[in-house]
Every structure is written in structure tokens, then in C-alpha cells.
Nanobody, 123 residues
């Protein structure tokens, strides 16, 4: 199993970024997928989750209305569109695979993680 994030960078407040997570080594379409972030000096924070087909999503209150999770099962790729970015969104963003029996926001039970991509929001 391999998960490789990309698309991070530095952006001004109010800007946008689109993160990608390329998955390999497993049947991507059979798993829910999630984004989790970790800000400097803080613990991990669950951000969003998407079901296997992409038709059901959930978001943390801190990003609801600004972030959109999506997936392309034909390309084995997970996305996170981030709009109206704030300085408090600065973090290392990870994509993770969600085991079938795991409640959606129990990030500590996710079984595979990428290496993360850094997002910095600063003027």
C-alpha cells in the first residue's frame, strides 16, 4: 500500500490549493478515504472523509463550507480542494485509508497513511 500526497505549498489568506493523494497497492475503490492534518505543536486533527463511491462526505466544523473532498476511482486518486484558506489551516496534510470497521473520525484507527504535504497560509 502506498499513498503519496502532493499539491501543498504556501498561499496567502483567502487563497486556494488543491491537494492530491495517489493511491496504489490496494483496491482504491473499495475503501473510504480521509484527510487528516497536523499543525505545528498540535495533535492530529481529522478534516474530512469520503465514502467508496464518492457520494457521501463529511467535514470537520473548522473546514465545512471551505474544503471539498472528492475522489476519482478510475485514477486511484483522492483530492482536497481548499478555498478561503486561513492561517489556522497551516499544517501537514495527510491522506489515509479508512478500514471498513472504523468510525469515520477515529483517525487513530486508520491503517495506512501518506507522508504528508505541507500547507502554509501566510501573508
Amino acid at each position: 500500500v502506498q499513498l503519496v500526497e502532493s499539491g501543498g505549498g504556501m498561499v496567502q489568506p483567502g487563497g486556494s490549493l488543491r491537494l492530491s493523494c495517489a493511491a496504489s497497492g490496494f483496491t482504491f475503490s473499495a475503501y473510504r478515504m480521509s484527510w487528516v492534518r497536523q499543525a505545528p505543536g498540535k495533535g492530529p486533527e481529522w478534516v474530512s472523509i469520503i465514502n467508496t463511491g464518492g457520494g457521501s462526505t463529511a467535514y470537520a466544523d473548522s473546514v465545512k463550507g471551505r474544503f471539498t473532498i472528492s475522489r476519482d476511482n478510475a485514477k486511484n486518486t483522492l483530492y482536497l480542494q481548499m478555498n478561503s484558506l486561513k492561517p489556522e489551516d497551516t499544517a501537514l496534510y495527510y491522506c489515509a485509508r479508512v478500514p471498513a470497521q472504523t468510525n469515520y473520525d477515529r483517525w487513530y484507527e486508520y491503517d495506512y497513511w501518506g507522508q504528508g504535504t505541507q500547507v502554509t497560509v501566510s501573508s
